[in-house]
């Protein structure tokens, strides 16, 4: 819940459009009960969506803070890493680890596992869609429960964009630690904390150091005016679908 002492959602400026909008315009109908879902298919694919994943969860923590300052709970919003692990996206407050979902390369099982989870809101890489044959029971449970679809790239920046998510230097440090698994790994073993440190270490060789490297670079490119920019593009639930993996 580190976000929840570091972030409000005056730091993310969200446009749709050419509009700034509120999260809740964007995920019209946005509550408490919301499930994020965020498909990832390749090493730190997730990383290119972590202003709307932070601005989400933010959103998210807002609502428990109009009740009062004191609260413990997370969001239940998944990543799902299609084939294999492609690395540790805990400093997103995507928590506890089993949110982190590891599933079979296969469109069925991939619906399924989002099905499982009840998402609502569902982001996809984008890329060339694919053919999938999908069980008619598990597209009528997509249908009636997932409202919104956006693609998302790896790289922070899409094709035919059309929302634009801006973060701040706080966010970029979740990236950056995310991208140095070493150095988050001497600051846990700081705080006595060595089980977890030998986790993030392991999990660190899911992102390989040369990818690591053009994630990094990469990264430099998105900011403006100081903020990283992420964009995005909403796209109808049949054209998810067809990018499951």
């Not at 730190?44 to 202003?51: C, I, K």
């Not at 846990?188 to 089980?195: N, Q, V």
């Not at 994630?215 to 920019?229: C, M, N, T, Y």
Request: glycine content about 8%.
């Amino acid at each position: 819940m580190h976000s929840a002492q570091e972030l409000r959602s005056s730091v993310f400026e969200i446009t749709v459009a050419g509009r700034v909008v509120r999260l809740t315009d964007l995920f019209e109908g946005f509550g408490e009960h919301d499930r994020l879902g965020v498909l990832v298919g390749r090493p730190g694919g997730g990383l290119g969506a972590s202003a709307l994943i932070t601005a989400a969860i933010t959103a998210f923590y807002d609502l428990q803070r109009a009740r009062g300052p004191d609260f413990f709970i997370y969001p239940d919003y998944y990543l799902f890493h299609v084939g294999k692990p492609f690395g540790d996206h805990s400093r997103l407050d995507i928590w506890p680890a089993h949110k982190e979902v590891v599933v079979r390369a296969e469109p069925m099982d991939v619906l399924r596992a989002v099905n499982d989870r009840a998402i609502t809101r569902l982001l996809v890489e984008e890329g060339a869609p694919v053919d999938a044959q999908l069980e008619r029971e598990e597209l009528a449970s997509a249908r009636a429960r997932i409202r919104t679809c956006l693609a998302y790239s790896p790289s922070g920046r899409v094709t035919d964009a059309d929302v634009r998510v801006a973060a701040n230097a706080v966010v970029e440090g979740y990236v950056a630690t995310t991208l140095d698994p070493e150095r988050r790994a001497a600051e846990l073993r700081g705080r006595g904390a060595d089980a977890r440190a030998d986790e993030i270490l392991t999990r660190g060789e899911e992102i390989p150091r040369e990818q690591r490297s053009r994630i990094k670079s990469a990264r430099e490119a998105l900011v403006e005016d100081g903020a990283p920019v992420e964009s995005y593009r909403r796209i109808e639930l049949d054209e998810a679908l067809a990018r499951l993996v």
